[in-house]
């Protein structure tokens, strides 16, 4: 859209080619000019766009979670999940905003992955394109978008609100702003800023545990920042939208769901609007283990006596193709040799 302004094309002839590229998919420049009269000067400009290449499809065995694993021009591997919803054929899209991951939470995967960048706009636009053209091929709907898959999307600020206002625009993919989330690990400046600019989208803050002493063992990065800071972040959040803000919490059995956690949780959130979505842990290192059915349950009885707001467990798909939270490593499972263990391919 610069380049386009920069160049003195008016942004109506701008609105169409975004219309023309994100809204239908259309990437032939030939087809730029001939169907949208679109000035050959800017197609000029902005005809060597480098598509992300598709080199990977796989479909869950047990959920029909699909995760496509996408190379970038400079080889780096990128992974984005298709997510089926409650509605039949509805799907969302969980896309990347970085390759690998500094944050270094200790149950990721993609914080071991040796190469890492953040990716462009384009980058995370092209992901959404492909994913929405296979989910259409195969007769689902794109209704939403989650910036929950590979990198900390508030460490590349600007180019992921670039990319979620390409989705929401009517002459962009026009995906309604409430049904885009985009989730942090819990960088205070970026979350006050993003409340303070106003954006629409859905803000999810990943906790990891409710003390300082936890997060420093599980999220050693973020916890760099007190989680009351965060929190604080939080509530601030929660007052400008006048709506709950919904705090991730990733369940670790005999980590983080005992009585005190519960306990701890609930004096920190007090009376901030909040829903907390539980997410049992998937950790391919198998040092981190998903709690018991009993676990679970006894943790969620603690939360709601302490915390006493909407509880939501959030179910984390495709752990058969290591699509779920926590597991999206291009380039480390092929270093690896790790494998699906019951997908189709597409
Ligand atoms: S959980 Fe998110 S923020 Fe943490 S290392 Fe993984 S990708 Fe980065």
């Not at 049992?280 to 290192?285: G, I």
Request: net charge positive; hydrophobic share 40%; charged share 25%.
């Amino acid at each position: 859209m610069q380049r386009a302004l920069a160049l003195g094309v008016g942004p109506e002839i701008v609105r169409r080619l975004l219309s023309a590229i994100v809204a239908r998919g259309v990437h032939d420049p030939a087809a730029w000019g001939r169907d949208c009269q679109i000035p050959r000067r800017l197609i000029d400009a902005i005809g060597n766009l480098s598509r992300l290449e598709l080199e990977h499809s796989v479909v869950s065995g047990t959920d029909g979670f699909q995760k496509l694993r996408f190379r970038t021009h400079d080889s780096l591997a990128v992974e984005t999940v298709i997510i089926p919803l409650h509605k039949p054929g509805a799907v969302s899209i969980c896309l990347s905003s970085q390759v690998g991951c500094v944050m270094c939470c200790q149950f990721c995967a993609t914080a071991r992955m040796p190469r890492r960048r953040s990716l462009e706009t384009w980058e995370i636009i092209d992901q959404f394109i492909q994913a929405r053209h296979l989910a259409r091929s195969t007769g689902r709907r794109v209704t939403g978008a989650v910036f929950m898959g590979m990198g900390e999307p508030f460490l590349n600020y600007e180019r992921v609100l670039a990319a979620a206002e390409l989705l929401r625009c009517p002459f962009g993919a026009s995906i309604a702003a409430k049904t885009i989330t985009i989730s942090t690990v819990g960088l205070v400046p970026e979350i006050d800023r993003y409340t303070d600019e106003g954006h629409k989208y859905r803000l999810a803050i990943s906790l990891g545990a409710a003390t300082d002493a936890k997060r420093a063992r599980l999220v050693p990065l973020a916890a760099r920042t007190p989680v009351a800071a965060v929190m604080a972040a939080a509530r601030r959040h929660a007052q400008a939208r006048q709506d709950r803000v919904t705090l991730a919490y990733v369940c670790i059995s005999g980590e983080n769901m005992g009585q005190d956690d519960a306990r701890a949780l609930g004096e920190l959130i007090g009376d901030t609007p909040v829903r907390l979505d539980l997410i049992e842990v998937t950790d391919l290192t198998g040092r981190f283990h998903p709690p018991t059915a009993d676990e679970l349950r006894s943790f969620r009885d603690a939360l709601t006596r302490h915390v006493g707001q909407p509880i939501v467990r959030r179910y984390s798909g495709g752990k058969d193709i290591r699509a779920a939270c926590g597991t999206l490593a291009g380039e480390l499972i092929e270093e690896t040799g790790g494998g699906a263990a019951n997908p189709r391919h597409r």
